[in-house]
Each structure stands twice: as C-alpha cells, then as structure tokens.
C-alpha cells in the first residue's frame, strides 16, 4: 500500500511561489492517480488539483488555473504543485491523497474517492 508525505509548505508573501512535494513509498505508485486538496480554518477541504496516473491528463480548480501547476515523477514516486503568484486566500493546509486507478487518463475532483491522504503541509500567504 501506498504512503503519502508531503513537504515544501511554509511562510511567504503574496505573489511568491512554493513547489510542494508528495512523495510516496511502495511498488505501485504509478497505479494510483493522485490529487492536491487544501482545507482552510474552519473551511471545507476543497479540491486543487487532480492528475491521471499517467500523468498525461490534468484538471484544476478554476481558483488555481494559471497559477499552479501539477507534475509527477512516476520513476521518482513523487509528485509536485508548483504553486506561483501565491495569494492570501491560498493559505491552507495541502494534503496530497492517492487513489487505484483503472484508466491511465481519469482525473478524480471528488475527495470522498481517494483512500490515501498525507498528513498535510502548511501554505500561509501573507499579504
């Protein structure tokens, strides 16, 4: 089975940028598709960004395009969130999350579908 950690977060100012890292342990990592989800105080978790096993299909959050960008190492059991012109209302905590994925190209927005999830990074944009 797969376990996630994810690293990078931290303390920056509006307009700056962070590349968080999901690194995963196990044999099957490029089984699994993957995503970014970000939960503020006393907000939901909301979805980020979602990337096909395959890496070759993307989908984002209309409040991330053109900002951020997803990536995954399949040879490196990591994936990454390239995250530029960082906002205040980006500030949360970012948890990476997996799930087995028959299809090479589907991308999955949903978080009650993932089964594996980090403990999460802290992203705070100061204004």
């Known amino acids: 089975q797969v376990q996630l950690v994810e690293s990078g977060g931290g303390l920056v100012q509006a307009g700056d940028s962070l590349r968080l890292s999901c690194a995963a342990s196990?044999?099957?990592?490029?089984?699994?598709?993957m995503g970014w989800f970000r939960q503020a105080p006393g907000k939901e978790r909301e979805f980020v960004v979602a990337?096909?096993?395959?890496?070759?299909?993307?989908d984002y959050a209309d409040s991330v395009k053109g900002r951020f960008t997803i990536s995954r190492d399949n040879a490196k059991n990591t994936m990454y969130l390239q995250m530029n012109s960082l906002k205040p209302e980006d500030t949360a905590v970012y948890y990476c999350?997996?799930?087995?994925?028959?299809?090479?190209?589907?991308?999955?927005?949903?978080?009650?579908?993932?089964?594996?999830w980090g403990q999460g990074t802290q992203v705070t944009v100061s204004s």
């Open positions: 990337i096909s096993r395959s890496g070759l299909s993307t």
């Open positions: 196990g044999r099957t990592f490029s089984t699994y598709a």
């Open positions: 999350a997996a799930r087995p994925s028959t299809l090479s190209h589907w991308t999955f927005e949903t978080y009650e579908t993932y089964d594996l």
